[in-house]
């Protein structure tokens, strides 16, 4: 129970954190929240460990995983002869190298420690050699030092990306039809999901569909059956379904009546990230019993495995995620979505050779497309917490659906505009057909003024203490003076921290009769984001302190109060309208503050990594899709269906379901062939030319809104019809990232060696000339020269090449026009000349335009330095 108080609250923090903090007070409140619960929490954990020293390690052994075994051992035939190509699991091959691995597993941790004295809660054959033990810190040093033994690493936490939006207000949204909703979009394509498990009842997993679901032949994936996810659970939708909980399990967090040793989500991220990525078409989103049009996945054709490593109230381990993603690559999924980051960050370019993306490598090297979010710890640059180039990490950006509602004070119409309208619970429930007819029907009674109660002028007892102005309590209220009022309460940080609720604030004003509830913003929470909730109720919150002090202002002026200040004539009235209809804007999506930024760092040097991250940007803030009645991520969506959440975790579900698409379109694409079409194809501009813009961009955090750069957004925001048609695709396979991981200066060929028992060539080269749709160049001292090598995926095409020089640089592009046949590769050369030194780093790009209209962006990143540090950088 304390566990899952610490639990809570920390959530809470990383949704302070999440916001907008313009507030210097604000920052200090939450980091001193976090430093408390930090404290607490290791005290209970300490408490709870079963044998003081006693954790969870992840030991990657000498020995090829089946996905990059050649046949060099005696005796076992090859495993992978390919690249980029699905291994037949079930061959017998894989079968007899598996049961070898798994038995070199067990000799090596008995002969070395003892039968007995430790646990083997996996042995990780697929992605990884290796093996997750529980034991004591002495017995893992005498691991460690075995020689056969390459790495050992204690295990984490890992979580989910959800950004959990402050409890308010909200309101309800129209429609969520996505594109791509054709009865065959994404057919024969199998998305897995790392994440918190399904909801298998829910429509949007059905295969109860008007055209029937064909099991794809190359996914073998199984489902486990249990008393919560009886046998039917799957179909021909949801064709996989598998948990991984033994660490969860070996860390005494884990409680089965709560999260459930079974696929079955009791949280709601894992419904609803599958859902986003390829829930059926059309299906109705109904919360409250309204109906809110229908929601698609973006490829609502494919077929979904979900790889349940995350658990309600507790978060994942790592030795359980790597469990799941062995199992979804060894299963022969397509494309693997993983709304999920480590709790902390690694960092550079240790991370690379970090066992959780040497897996991710191996699962590239099988031929998935691997997305991952890019963390919601924003907006700071270098919050990003996805770093390999062979993992597409995806940015949230806001969309232009907004809920426009607003009180209108006293006869003369002062409006004050606002957020979280919930329709009146007199509305009858409609058709989505029918709601198109009546945009009018929501806020306070019709055209009705209502007279305004301040929360604090109501109180039963008048010498309450005004901390109670958070409507929490009906009980503390006069409730003949707010029967037929619209009651006034304070958010505050207590709303933002979790100990104030809104669903509490809405049974206040129930239960005194009230006709709506006003929320104003106390300056504390100022720079806070709030996101629309449906509650069934006539309400707005006005989310910032200077306009709810116009409403207050208001208040004060036509209020009467004696001379002790209790109130002897209520005179302000009000009227609550707008808000549930969705409005589209047109207006261009921005990058969200949560979303974490780049640049990739060096950890050595804390330079610039040359590898660009965040990739893309997809949307990520206020996603309505499935939802499991039984889920307790987000309170305000208890009992319901569908959801509306926000986070970089809700955008990488739309980048897999769009990665679906492109490799039923183009079944040979590579991974990096579906990363290229995806990133070169993405929009920087509006519909008038103008740059997208971020929230608090990271090359000038202060300010609220800037043009977005690439260390906001990646190649831009996606656009899926132009992804599908790319023209050029810029590609790589395995041995071109081997390449890269021995070019990158702080690892050694001896450190590359031990992590992916590869050797390095005799020439280094250096990490900008892995061929990726970017060139970044971290450090550029003189010149160089970069090769790319571009693949004409399209019929002959004569491209143009036009650029834009970052800042502090000379380039020059070779050829500047070519003619590129069908299926043919063409090199192009840039040269950039670093003019100045001033270790800023500029952005520019490079555009490659053919005559049949595609257009091939991709961007040119460079800082100018002086001095490069070279150091061995140990794993
Ligand atoms: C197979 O891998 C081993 C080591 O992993 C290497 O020494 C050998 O050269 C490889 N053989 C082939 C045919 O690639
Ligand atoms: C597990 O959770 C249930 C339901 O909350 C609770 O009743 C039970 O005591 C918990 N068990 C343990 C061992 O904490
Ligand atoms: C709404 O207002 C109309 C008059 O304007 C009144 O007849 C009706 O009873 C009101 N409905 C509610 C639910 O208050
Ligand atoms: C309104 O008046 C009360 C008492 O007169 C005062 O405490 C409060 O600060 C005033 N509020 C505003 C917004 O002026
Ligand atoms: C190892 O790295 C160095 C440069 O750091 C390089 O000169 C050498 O050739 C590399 N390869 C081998 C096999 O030693
Ligand atoms: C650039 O950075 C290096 C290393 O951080 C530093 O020594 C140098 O003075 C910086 N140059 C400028 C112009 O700021």
Known sequence: MRGEGGRKANTKMAQG?????????????????????????????????????????????????????????????????SNGRKLNASSKAVKSYVAYLVNSHDTVLERTLGRGNYQKLYSYHHVINGVAVQMTKRK??????????????????????????????????????LEGGSSNAGEGIVIGLVDTGVDPKHPSFSDQTAKAYKRSASYTGQCEFTAEFPKGSCNNKLVGARHFAAAAVASGEFNSTVQYESPLDADGHGTHTAATAAGN?????????????????????????????????????????????????????????????????????????????????????????????????GPYPSTILSFSPWIVSVAAGTHDRTYPNSICLGSKSKTISGIGLARNFSIPRLSNHQRQATTS??????????????????????????????????????????????????????????????????????????????LTASSEVDGATFSPTPLGFPAIIIPNSKDSLVLLDYYNMTTERDQHGKVTKFDAVGSISG????????????????????????????????????????????IWAAWTSIGVDEQDFNGQNFAMISGTSMATPHIAGIAALIKQKFPHFSPAAIASAITTTATVVDSNGRPLLAQNPSTNVAADLGPASPFDFGAGFVNPTAALDPGLIFDADYDDYVQFLCSVPELSNLTVYKAINSNCG?????????????????????HQYVQRKVTNVAATETYQSSFT???????????????????????????????????????????????????????IIISTRKQKVETDFQL
Request: charge should be negative; proline fraction near 5%; glycine fraction near 10%.
């Open 17 to 81: 954190y999440n916001t907008r903090q313009h507030s210097l007070t604000t920052m200090k409140a939450l980091v001193l929240v976090f430093f408390l619960i930090t404290v607490l929490r290791r005290t209970i954990c300490v408490g709870v460990a079963p044998e003081s020293g006693v954790g969870v390690y992840i030991v990657l052994l000498k020995g090829d995983p089946v996905v990059q075994y050649n046949g060099s051992i005696q005796g076992f035939a090859a495993t992978s002869d």
């Open 140 to 177: 893992a040093d005498i691991l460690g030092a075995m020689p056969d033994v390459l790495h050992i690493e204690k295990d984490f936490r890992f979580r989910t990306e959800t950004t959990h939006t402050p409890d308010y207000l909200g309101l309800p949204t129209g429609g969520w039809t």
């Open 281 to 377: 078409y059309g299906v109705t989103v109904l919360v409250n019993g309204f109906n809110y049009g229908s929601a698609s996945g973006m490829a609502p054709r494919a077929q979904i495995a979900q790889y349940k490593a995350i658990y309600r109230d507790i978060g994942g381990f790592f030795a359980d995620v790597v469990a799941a993603i062995d199992q979804a690559v060894k299963d022969g999924v397509d494309v693997l979505s993983l709304s999920i980051g480590p709790a902390s960050i690694p960092g550079g370019s240790a991370a690379y050779l970090s066992t959780f993306d040497l897996a991710l490598l191996s699962a590239v090297k099988a031929g998935v497309f691997v997305t991952q979010a890019a963390g919601n710890a």
């Open 441 to 518: 029907a929501t806020g306070t009674n019709g055209s009705s003024f209502y007279r305004l109660v301040l929360a604090r002028d109501a109180f039963r007892n008048l010498n309450t203490t005004p901390r109670t102005d958070g409507c929490q309590d009906s009980t503390l209220y006069d409730e003949t003076v707010v029967k037929g009022s619209i009651l006034i309460c304070t958010y505050d940080l207590n709303f933002l921290f979790g100990v104030y609720n809104i669903p509490a604030v809405v049974i206040t004003a129930q239960n005194l009769g009230a006709q709506g509830i006003v």
């Open 579 to 622: 808000g549930e209809q969705a409005t589209f804007s047109s207006s261009p999506p921005q990058v969200a503050s949560f979303s974490s930024r780049g640049p990739d760092i060096n950890s050595a040097n804390f330079d610039v990594a040359d590898v660009l991250k965040p990739n893309i940007m997809a949307p990520g803030n206020l």
């Open 762 to 782: 005799s020439n280094k080269g250096l990490p900008s000339d892995l061929n990726t749709p970017s060139i970044v160049i971290g450090s550029l001292n003189g």
């Open 805 to 859: 020089a970052p800042t502090g640089v000379m380039i020059a592009v070779n050829p500047r026009s070519f003619t590129i046949q069908a299926g043919e590769s063409a090199q192009i050369c840039v040269a950039l000349e670093a003019t100045d030194s001033s270790n800023v780093t500029s952005f520019g790009n490079l555009v490659l335009s053919g005559n049949a209209g595609h257009r091939v962006r991709i961007s």
